[in-house]
């Protein structure tokens, strides 16, 4: 069964620094792509960015909105992707979704989600 | 990039069928078949339903169908049942700058 099991959220003060970690099972990691899915408190979902396998590159894309900020990478032998934040602000409060990359560029499994909350 | 433009809600009774859309750009639905709708119930992970457009993973019920016509692309739910209230949101790839754009969210209700 494939399982993403999100973890790292909590309570960060503005500017500061903070790592998600997103634990894969139940297939080969290393084979598929990862995306990061955000979804603000009343808002829809959005996407913040994404990595490649190591197959394509291992490279990685973001949203303008956190281009410069955000970090993704991944570490295949422990089926681990992180998002690294930095520089953070309010409006970038949400429940922050690990997402495996399927066919025709959908994602096709997703975490449960671990919210992130930006306030002094 | 705008997000995609879905209707902020739907409603149906049980058993019938309801249709949501998603409109987009020449740039994004309008230039890849590369739509995917997904289901969220809140508090739990979404699930996809749909991708490239029309075709449905394994597992998903055959009453979920999707269908594109220019820039809008469409998610019909037929033989509506109380299981399907949730929110749906559909998703575009938007080319190599953007690669993902979401739709604003469509939240169905069974009467």
């Known amino acids: 069964e494939v399982q993403l099991v999100e973890s790292g959220g909590g309570l960060v003060q503005p500017g500061r620094s903070l790592r998600l970690s997103c634990t894969a099972s139940g297939f080969t990691f290393g084979d598929h792509a990862v995306s990061w899915v955000r979804q603000a408190p009343g808002k829809g979902l959005e996407w913040v960015g994404f990595?490649?396998?190591?197959?394509?590159?291992?490279?990685?894309e973001y949203a303008a909105s956190v281009k410069g900020r955000f970090t993704i990478s991944r570490d295949d032998s422990k089926s681990i992707a992180y998002l690294q934040m930095n520089s953070l602000k309010t409006e970038d409060t949400a429940v922050y979704y690990c997402?495996?990359?399927?066919?025709?560029?959908?994602?096709?499994?997703w975490g449960q989600g671990t919210l992130v909350t930006v306030s002094s | 990039q705008s997000a995609l433009t879905q209707p902020a809600s739907v409603s149906g009774s049980p058993g019938q069928s309801i249709t949501i859309s998603c409109t987009g750009t020449s740039s994004d639905v309008g230039s890849y078949n590369l739509v995917s709708w997904y289901q969220h119930h809140p508090g739990k992970a979404p699930k996809l339903m749909i991708y490239?457009?029309?075709k449905r993973p394994s597992g998903v019920s055959n009453r979920f169908s999707g269908s594109k016509s220019g820039n809008t692309a469409s998610l019909t739910i037929s033989g509506l049942q109380a299981e399907d209230e949730a929110d749906y949101y559909c998703c575009s790839y938007a080319g190599s700058s953007t690669l993902y754009v979401f739709g604003t969210g469509t939240k169905v209700t069974v009467l």
């Open positions: 490239e457009v029309s």
């Open positions: 990595i490649r396998s190591k197959a394509y590159g291992g490279t990685t």
């Open positions: 997402t495996r990359s399927g066919s025709g560029w959908s994602f096709d499994y």
